[in-house]
Structures are given as structure tokens and as C-alpha cells.
């Protein structure tokens, strides 16, 4: 059984749709890229699985659990609280950090598990100390999010998505708002994710990391899938005119 499933999803917005007709599946373990221009709706689509957009058409299952769907030619999802505790079998890692600046990052990290999912705080504290272990930060534990590079923030912010134990994890063009030097340390962490199996989606512009990690590469245009497949064969065997031109005006870039 796949840990996603996203049938026919539109999302639209005002008079314009976002995401139009989009089916997406997700199975444990593995890690999905999605590409495409700017305007494409793939950090819409993201959005989606973890109910920061609210879908105007289609179906999502998590887990074997669907929580949205069509009903008499309008949306219904579960009511709010069983949305909630779905919403937290997400991690969500934004482009811009997100984090908490009043909070050091061990606070940051164990703040959702304590409040969200009711776990000990000194449980908690624990299994955040493992996390900033994992992605190089232990010595951190104790700076406000004020005295960490980008790098540093974004690598925190994986440990605090990461600290829910999340069915599935949820990158937002990661990398983005990073200077290209410490780009690598962040996509070093998400490359380890993947080796470990961590069911990943991630939006990116990186085509390295999308050739090199992912299992499958999806290519949004215009709120569409419009081609989608093993790595090697979207990069090296692109069958899309469009696709062409997206991955021509990259490599040029």
C-alpha cells in the first residue's frame, strides 16, 4: 500500500487553478522529487497532502486513510481534529526556515511532540538531542536560531520535522533560500534521509539531487504532471517538448 495517494486534485485559486487534475502516488520509502518552473504548482500541490491548502477537487489518502474527498460535487474532509492528528504524521521542511526565534533549537525540536502528540518532555529531549546528532548539531542545542547560518537553521529544521516521527516527510524547495556554498551540507542530510528510507517528497530546483536521490522524478507545467518516471529517463530521455526545454534552459542556467 502506498503511504500517499492523490487523485484528480485541483486546487484553485480566485478565478486560476494551481494544481488541475493531479494524481500522485507515494510509496514507503521512497523519495519523490518534483520539478518544473516556477509557477508550476508544485509547492501548491505539497501544500496539500498536509492541509496548508485546502484541495477545491480530488481525493487524498494518507496512510491508508483518506481525508479528503468529493461528495455531491463539493470537498469534505474529516472534521478538524482527525485532520490534525493526520496533519501530524507530516513533517514539513520550509524554504524559509520557520523556526521559532524565542526558542533554542533543542526547544524548537521538542516543542510539537510535547504540545502536539503529548510525549515527556524528557523524552522528547532525548530524541532531540539524537536528531541534532544526526544532522551534525549537537553543540547547538542551547543557540537561538539568530546565531545559526542558513545551513544551520535549515538542518534544525529538518531535526524538528523529523522529531514527530512522521509517515512522510515534506521538503519545500529546501535549499532555495540558501547561499549555494551551504547548499551541500543541507542536501547531504536529505541524501542520508533517503539512504535510510525515509519516505521523502521534495520540491526543488537541484536537479543534481533529483537525478542522483529520488526513486521517481515528477515534472509539473501549468498544474499538470506532465511527464513523471525513474530519474535516469527523465533527465537522460525526456519524451515531453516541454520537459526538454525545462531541463535545456537549466542546464544552461
Partial sequence: MAILEMKNIVKNFGGLSAVNGVSLSVEKGETVAIIGPSGSGKSTLLRCINCLERIDGGEITLRGERFAWE????????????????????????????????????????????????????????????????????????????????????????????AMNPEIMLFDEPTSALDPEITGEVLQVMKELSQADTTMVVVTHEMGFAKEVSDKVVFMNSGKIEEQGDPLEIFNAPKSTRLKEFLSSVVSA
Fill in 71 to 162: 461528495e455531491n460535487g463539493r470537498t469534505v474532509y474529516l472534521p478538524e481534529k482527525e485532520l490534525k492528528r493526520i496533519s501530524a504524521e507530516t513533517g514539513m521542511v520550509f524554504q524559509h526556515f520557520n523556526l521559532f526565534p524565542h526558542m533554542t533549537c533543542l526547544e524548537n525540536i521538542t516543542y510539537a511532540p510535547v504540545k502536539v502528540k503529548g510525549v515527556p518532555k524528557a523524552q522528547a529531549e532525548k530524541t532531540g538531542m539524537e536528531l541534532l546528532e544526526k544532522v551534525g548539531l549537537a553543540d547547538k542545542r542551547d543557540q537561538y536560531p539568530g546565531r545559526l547560518s542558513g545551513g544551520q537553521k535549515q538542518r534544525v529544521a529538518i531535526a524538528r520535522g523529523l
